[in-house]
């Protein structure tokens, strides 16, 4: 028996090809993946569970921030203040210090604010004794001290540096920021929350002429990741988070601020509201995460000559200002 005219002459159903397949997992895997991260923007800023006591007050634990007279450390110092915890500013000069630690009394006087001094650079076993000498509980750890060491020059080729410069820069980002969590990490196990945040850069992702700085802060990613991981294994109450931080107007950073841009504080205050998003590492700021993305989209080698093209442009702009000083 013949089939009808209408239903032979019907376009026939074809299987999609296994390229147009995978071609549709890719794009939704995608969305669903922008969409998700998108959302860590959105979410409520859960810092205050780490400023609780045991009766369940709100107020009067201690947060620890390194490299805390300038820039995002001092950023972050405020924005703690502002939201409740005492603060431990800890840094290397001892008139800058107590010179911040006067302007966060005066600007936040329900806060209470001590003072550390110490060297992230060279490295060495009195950071032991920190834990001996804490003011109160500590509940709050960010390790946000990094950046060149030594006498090293911004934007230099790798063979140019010298061997103190080169490790100097190891130490401070992260020998150090290792050396000093172990240290705390007992008296943070001691609160029933803590945190430990480490702050990381987009140079980890590998930028070039500026290699020993941007490996550093691969370690850091990696560090952090290994930090969460075993802290959740042993159920001992430390969340670890890993700060991603683009370009921030900073002293000896002067860069013109912009969405892309933002000042100090306002990066200090993007990474604290992050706190809580589910995430082991996240970029802090929006606008720095929408340029992170050209990381996973674009190939490799496109993103290194524009790297290296910004890098160059960077040192034509540090040295300038060099001459003019």
Known sequence: MALPDWIQQAPKMTMPSPLAFIGL???????????RQATVYLLPCKIQRYNSTDKGHTGGNWAL???????I???????????????ILMGRNEGK??????????QFPSSKVDTIIMEAVPVSSTVDEIAN???????????????????????LPFGEYKFEEAQATIDKNAVFMAQL???????LSRAEHSLVLNVSSMASWGVPYICMYAASKGF???????LQGECAAEKNGVDV?????????TPGYNQPVSWFIPTARVMAKAGLDRVGCGKTIVWGYFWHWLQGLSFYVLPRFVLVKAMAKKMMALKKEEEAKSKRS
Do not use: H, M
């Not at 969590?181 to 008296?187: E, F, K, S, V």
């Open 220 to 226: 850091v990613d990696s560090f952090t990741r290994a």
């Open 181 to 187: 969590t172990r240290a705390l990490l007992p008296a």
């Open 65 to 71: 921030v390194t490299g805390a007279t300038d820039g």
């Open 133 to 155: 000498g804490l003011p109160g509980k500590l509940t709050v750890l960010i390790n946000n001290v990094g950046g060149a060491g030594g006498d090293w020059k911004p934007y």
């Open 97 to 106: 210090l107590q010179k911040r630690a006067a302007e966060l009394r005066q």
């Open 241 to 249: 988070l890993g700060l991603r931080v683009g370009q921030t107007s």
């Open 25 to 35: 997992l890719t794009l939704t895997w995608g969305t669903f993946a922008f969409f």
């Open 73 to 87: 450390g001092f950023g972050f110092s405020q924005e703690l203040c502002a939201r409740g915890f005492n603060v």
